[in-house]
């Protein structure tokens, strides 16, 4: 829906808050009554000045160039779309489905990772599930659904553990072996300024996605090095049952 004078305001990084423009109902004639806007700037204002509002403070600058044909230097806006999938020759893919849609996902997943932010939170229990197989396959088979994602929300196994941290790792290469360019280099050429606007900012959005992907490898690499610390549900399970403890 077009808004006149609204869709001709202009985007901000210093406005930090969506909450600018509020539909309410007012008088649109003698007898009749019509859906209107107030527009409240979150900035201070003087005469002359130019309202400013927030395009989406949860945009990627992949979105920003899309949408607006323009990117931030906020390296808050790097990011990356990971996309994962329920393998539909899994044994169990009915199972896993029905686990992942009682939890707001699908056979297919997408998970935004940005740069510089905690991963989203479902990333970790869709992983496990999607990565569920072998003898950790008893708990789909004995637990009923949302119990089992709760418990995915914790390591599994080392298998599965295991296999999660080479999946992404594997998916982050192979992202970052379709750019043909480094890091370094995409920041030399807009450095040099030589760049028309489109290119300028088709090298920005392609040097976040390979930072937040080389962020994500790190993140998977670090956590393969804590396998061997990690508490897995067997251990959990015998603690919860009181067969394993501290010596008295």
Not at 30 to 58: C, E, T, V
Not at 157 to 185: F, P
Request: net charge negative.
């Amino acid at each position: 829906m077009l808004v006149p004078f609204a869709d001709l305001a202009n985007h901000s990084v210093k406005v930090t808050t969506e909450d600018h423009i509020h539909e309410i109902g007012g008088p649109a004639g003698l007898f009749s009554w019509d859906l209107l806007f107030s527009f409240q700037s979150p900035l201070k204002l003087k005469a002359g000045d130019q309202f400013l509002i927030q395009y989406g403070l949860n945009k990627s600058n992949a979105d920003m160039a899309i949408g607006y044909g323009f990117i931030e230097p906020n390296s808050a806006r790097d990011a990356f779309t990971l996309t994962l999938e329920i393998s539909k020759t899994d044994y169990f893919n009915g199972d896993k489905l029905d686990i992942a849609e009682s939890n707001g996902l699908g056979e297919t997943a997408d998970f935004d990772i940005k740069l510089g932010q905690s991963l989203p939170p479902s990333l970790f229990p869709y992983l496990r599930l999607v990565a569920l197989g072998g003898t950790d396959n008893f708990l789909i088979e004995s637990i009923s659904g949302n119990a089992v994602w709760n418990l995915l929300e914790l390591p599994v196994s080392r298998a599965n553990e295991e296999l999660i941290c080479k999946v992404v790792r594997d998916l982050c290469r192979s992202a970052l072996s379709g750019y043909h360019t480094t890091i370094e280099e995409d920041e030399k050429l807009m450095k040099e300024g030589n760049l028309s606007s489109r290119l300028q900012i088709a090298v920005g959005v392609r040097a976040g996605e390979k930072k937040v992907l080389q962020q994500l490898d790190g993140i998977f690499r670090e956590r393969e090095l804590e396998l061997d610390e990690l508490e897995y549900y067997q251990e959990r399970r015998l603690k919860d049952l009181d067969f394993v403890g501290e010596p008295k």
